[in-house]
């Protein structure tokens, strides 16, 4: 069945929209990937309560506006595809970044053990990060689809929030769960942290991401409007022969 959104007439090749999507959401996941071993720390203001999120949380959270913006404007189908292919090439990204470190460094080099030590992500973080990447980016293109059999066109505030809310905490609960627990109590990699760590690290990922699905709302709607008036009035162009 076609897709209830696909473009009412095929483009010679892709177009700037669907270039800048996919680019918007490649650049987030790599600089997630290099970026999820730094754990941060935000003092609340008025309580004085500390958010504790790992450092890929606003990085990763775009990946989800750029999928949810790519799967309204182009369909299911072309949305998993782009989810699928990107995870495929964060074995890429692993691959470039350990072949680096392991390459033998120059006198003028910078240390080669600081680098290995600020790129190279640990086997728990990348065993929790791909798995967590690869279940919620699924679930968050079924889910947005899902709602968009029922609401048509209409109601893209609601697929854009439902799907996003409901896949960060399956991509926060396994990240953290395995980064910071599973892999290091079975590969003996890097610390075991407790039951009250590993909440603060889901809760505070959580809640920035969950505001960040409520506030990009708006962008998401900026994006798929323009986009699609730009694509309709190309449509309308007549082909000079």
């Given amino acids: 069945m076609t897709e209830p959104n696909s473009p009412s007439q095929p483009h010679a090749g892709p177009t700037v929209a669907q270039v800048a999507l996919i680019g ?38 775009l990946t989800f506006l750029a999928s949810d913006c790519y799967a309204e404007l182009y369909g299911r189908r072309a949305a998993q595809i782009v989810v699928n292919v990107a995870f495929a090439m964060n074995f890429v990204v692993l691959l470039l970044v350990w ?4 390459a033998p460094a120059a006198e003028t080099s910078i240390d080669p053990g600081m680098f290995a030590d600020v790129l190279g992500a640990s086997t728990n973080i990348v065993l929790g990060s ?33 799907s996003t809310a409901s896949s960060q905490a399956i991509d926060t609960v396994i990240f953290v769960a395995i980064a910071f627990s599973l892999a290091p ?24 991401k969950l505001a960040i699905a409520v506030v990009d709302t708006p962008i998401v709607y900026a994006v798929v409007s323009v986009v699609r008036s730009r694509e309709s009035t190309a449509d309308d162009e007549p082909t000079v022969a």
Avoid: C
């Avoid at 959401?25 to 720390?41: E, G, M, N, P, W």
């Avoid at 072949?99 to 392991?102: C, E, N």
């Avoid at 967590?132 to 889910?143: C, F, T």
């Fill in 24 to 61: 918007l959401f490649v650049t987030a996941l790599v600089t997630a990937q290099l970026t999820a071993s730094k754990v941060l720390a935000f003092s609340l203001p008025i309580t004085g309560a500390e958010l504790v999120l790992p450092g890929a949380a606003l990085a990763y959270a």
């Fill in 99 to 102: 072949s680096t470190i392991a």
């Fill in 130 to 162: 791909l798995l967590a990447y690869v279940v919620s980016q699924n679930w968050d293109v079924i889910v947005f689809h899902r709602i968009r059999d029922y609401t048509g066109r209409e109601k893209l505030w609601l697929r854009n929030v439902a």
């Fill in 185 to 208: 109590a079975l590969l003996g990699v890097g610390p075991v942290l407790g039951v009250g760590e590993l909440l603060a690290l889901m809760i505070g990922q959580y809640l920035l």
